[in-house]
């Protein structure tokens, strides 16, 4: 059984998935980063959305890394890259796209293009790395094995399911003070029931620290504000239980916290079915 603790790494250019054992170190993986969804504040719908494959990459080879090289490349691996589109409703924005719930995958040789290897979770992941930019056009990259040398076409069936949010709002959080503070009780008609923050002092620096984790997909950003002047965060990491956000510098002593907050959630099944679909 896997039993090593999954921690998400998110700064302002992309998100990128890391995965720890508890003996090692941070090792970073390609991959979308997706924090466990806010559930107190997720509405489902039982509207779906469809896919459809707009831009195919196959690579066969990789070079070897010369002696003394690092020999760890996170791009162009062996594989199948497929670009999924899927139209964004209108006034909605994307904040995750899952992990396949279900996939299946064949070339016409009869070669399974699923059979990926497992991540550092232990699961096979298929989701390459996105950027937000492309997650708001609705672009999504998975990646499957190469197809057999013999094969022309491939089938794929998908399912999927996307989150999305319609607003963010701006909150004010009183208790929270750029000097430091102790754990405080979150609003929970804002935030959710048990939420809690609290800022954490260093040397040079300042970070608040937030739980549940989940906390991570409903705050779009968290600032220090004072006088007209913002401090915003510059990154952040989740996993174990809270998320953090990590600042640049030091504020000043009045500045007050303000989080922009995500709102109307909605959850959406994704469904993908392509049949003879030419390989590159």
Same mark, same amino acid.
């Given at each position: ?170 909150? /004010? *959080?009183?208790?929270?003070?750029? #000097? +430091?503070? @102790?754990?405080?009780? =979150?609003?929970? &008609?804002?935030? %959710? ?62 500045? /007050? *916290?303000?989080?922009?907050?995500? #709102? +109307?959630? @909605?959850?959406?099944? =994704?469904?993908? &079915?392509?049949? %003879?679909?030419?390989?590159?």
């Amino acid at each position: 059984m896997n039993t090593s603790p999954t921690l998400g790494l998110h700064t302002r250019r992309c998100r990128t998935i890391l995965n720890v054992s508890l003996s090692l170190l941070l090792i970073a993986a390609g991959g979308l980063a997706m924090a466990p969804k806010p559930a107190s504040l997720l509405a489902s719908t039982a509207e779906s959305m469809t896919a459809r494959i707009v831009r195919l990459k196959e690579v066969r080879v990789h070079a070897t890394a010369k002696k003394g090289e690092d020999d760890f490349n996170m791009f162009d691996k062996p594989g199948l890259t497929l670009t999924l589109k899927f139209d964004v409703p209108a006034g909605m924005k994307v904040l995750n796209v899952e992990e396949p719930t279900t996939i299946k995958a064949v070339d016409n040789s009869g070669t399974d293009l699923t059979k990926v290897e497992p991540g550092f979770n232990g699961k096979a992941q298929y989701m390459g790395m996105m950027f937000d930019d492309d997650k708001q056009k609705g672009e999504v990259p998975i990646v499957l094995l190469p197809a057999a040398r013999s094969a022309t076409t491939f089938d794929l069936s998908m399912t999927s399911e996307i989150t999305l949010y319609r607003d963010v709002s701006k909150v /004010t *959080v009183a208790g929270l003070t750029a #000097t +430091g503070s @102790e754990w405080i009780d =979150l609003p929970s &008609e804002t935030f %959710g029931s048990g939420a809690k923050a609290r800022v954490k002092m260093s040397r040079n620096s300042v970070q608040i620290e937030m739980k549940p984790e989940s906390l991570h997909d409903s705050i779009a950003e968290v600032a220090f504000v004072s006088d007209g002047e913002t401090m915003e965060s510059q990154g952040s990491m989740w996993g174990m239980g809270t998320c953090t956000f990590m600042f640049p510098g030091k504020p000043k002593e009045d500045a /007050t *916290v303000v989080f922009d907050l995500r #709102t +109307g959630f @909605e959850t959406r099944a =994704l469904t993908v &079915e392509a049949k %003879g679909v030419t390989l590159p």
